[in-house]
């Protein structure tokens, strides 16, 4: 049958019409419907997505998501427990420590956690990991003693154990023993959510684990009950800090990690589109001296440039608001049971004539002071560029490296390519958790017969009271030998998208019982 062209055109102007109606309906359909992704910019490429090969804070960050530990820490700093039942069973001398594990908890390969894999993974993190080799050093075994208990043995007493098993950086991660290899390349742990795809320089996803099996307790700090909201965690590296700003402003980014202090006001400002996060007491930067070898590796040299330094001017370099940042020598602040003021009249000295004396009278000649940097944390920079300074002033020739944080965190395993270099912890309750030079075999490979004997009393000690007086000898020796130098402490500033719901500021910004509103 043929159709007059009068009739086409009634017909579809008929058509257009009801499609007129149906389009603004359409599109409130379309932007009621929920979001299920959150976008997360970070600071850069994480090298690695195997949490034990490295103490670096971006994969710390991402991959405990994935992995958990048998203990974790709660919004207090107190130790408790994540895949273990409960807290350990601890022998009468403090040597055996017998962990129960949760019953039910789902590998994202399908199966179920057992005391076997809890084993391997402690086994591959004392062989593998900075912060397992310490412990390790301190073990006389790690056993299943059944399917779900696992029996922990120790040479003597070790006071830190049970926080070096919670920390996210460097983490004992438990993984499915059948996925252990090295390198990592099946990602089989417990978490929330489960790795879906990398793309190098692009992004790295996470989706929800279904069969994920969550703690009871009320979600408290990294303790507690689990809830993966968010359907897919996309970790995008953003290495430049000042796109990290313009892309939260504009509202790109569900999450924008580190970013410049002084991009607080632009970020206060654009109420609706961003919300400044700020995480107070977050960390403290801090200056690995190499002591293996190369112009550093002379004690009275260090010293020296330790006397020259200001680190008052540093943080200011940093961090330039006075909120963001605190100029005091003590490693733990007033109030902690590991506040000390040994070693402090060494802190902020900025005494140019003085470090020349004691570099000339250490046989400095005129080398080079390698400093390995990196613009991705923006306050790196700033503060080596004032060091810089600071060390010419004192007639040392300073050398600036800027590398990406990848390559730097890559470089600093070699003792040849670098004689000081620059980075940031978080502030733990525990002195042991940070910086990680205080273990052993960390980059630097501060290894000295006065740090071993204090540090063997410190951790075997069990008395926090006691442990507390111990620490200050600690704190001495690091300032007479000067390993690592201590700049201050510092205030993190982030911002989210008011979308990001539920987030609570964390040291290791975490997102599970967060939603997308």
Do not use: C
């Not at 007129?20 to 419907?33: G, S, V």
């Not at 090969?53 to 992995?67: C, F, R």
């Not at 040392?396 to 912890?425: C, G, I, M």
């Amino acid at each position: 049958m043929s159709t007059t062209p009068t009739f086409r055109r009634r017909h579809l102007v008929h058509a257009a019409a009801a499609l007129a109606l149906l389009l603004p309906a359409a599109q409130q359909a379309l932007a009621q419907t929920p979001r299920t992704h959150a976008t997360l910019a970070m600071v850069a490429e994480p090298q690695t997505l195997d949490p034990m090969a490295s103490t670096a804070d971006l994969v710390g960050t991402i991959m405990q998501h994935v992995y958990e530990t048998l203990y974790t820490f709660d919004a207090k700093w107190n130790v408790v427990p994540m895949l273990a039942e409960g807290m350990p069973k601890i022998s009468a001398d403090g040597k055996v420590y017998t962990i129960a594990l949760r019953k039910d908890v789902q590998l994202h390969s399908g199966r179920t956690l057992t005391a076997d894999d809890v084993v391997a993974s402690l086994q591959r993190w004392i062989e593998q990991a900075p912060r397992g080799k310490a412990v390790g050093k301190q073990l006389e075994h790690v056993q299943a003693k059944g399917p779900l208990t696992v029996e922990i043995a120790l040479k003597s007493p070790y006071a830190p154990l049970l926080a070096q098993l919670a920390l996210p950086s460097g983490m004992a991660a438990i993984m499915a023993k059948e996925s252990i290899a090295t390198p990592l390349k099946d990602f089989v742990g417990t978490g929330p959510y489960k790795f879906k795809e990398r793309r190098p320089d692009q992004y790295l996803l996470l989706e929800r684990f279904d069969k994920y099996a969550a703690r009871k307790e009320p979600a408290s700090g990294y303790g507690g009950k689990r809830e993966a909201l968010i359907a897919e965690l996309r970790f995008v590296p953003v290495p430049n800090a000042n796109t990290r700003v313009e892309g939260a402003l504009a509202g790109q980014y569900d999450f924008a990690d580190l970013l410049p202090t002084e991009a607080l006001s632009r970020l206060e400002k654009a109420a609706g589109k961003t919300v400044p996060v700020l995480t107070p007491s977050f960390g403290f930067p801090y200056l690995v001296l190499n002591t293996k070898e190369g112009v550093l590796a002379n004690q009275p040299l260090r010293q020296a440039l330790q006397t020259a330094l200001g680190e008052g001017e540093m943080l200011a370099a940093g961090f330039g608001d006075t909120r963001f940042f605190t100029v005091e020598g003590n490693h733990f602040p007033k109030g902690s049971p590991f506040y000390s003021a040994a070693g402090t009249d060494q802190y902020n000295q900025r005494n140019a004539a003085k470090a020349k004396d004691l570099a000339a009278k250490a046989g400095y000649k005129g080398e080079p002071i390698r400093v390995l940097t990196s613009r991705q944390y923006d306050f790196h920079y700033n503060m080596a560029l004032l060091m810089a300074e600071q060390l010419k002033r004192a007639g040392f020739k300073a050398e600036l490296n800027v590398v990406d944080w990848a390559t730097l965190v890559q470089r600093r395993n070699d003792s040849k390519l670098w004689d000081l270099y620059v980075t940031h912890s978080g502030q733990f309750p525990e002195p042991m958790l940070s910086p990680p030079q205080l273990g052993d075999g960390a980059p630097g490979w501060w290894d000295t017969p006065a740090k071993q004997s204090a540090l063997a009393a410190f951790n075997a000690e069990t008395d926090p009271a006691k442990r507390g007086a111990l620490w200050g000898k600690v704190q001495q020796i690091v300032y007479d030998e000067v390993p690592y130098i201590n700049v201050g402490k510092f205030s993190g500033l982030s911002a989210k998208s008011p979308a990001l719901d539920g987030y609570v500021p964390a040291t290791w910004p975490f997102f599970w019982n967060a939603r997308i509103k």
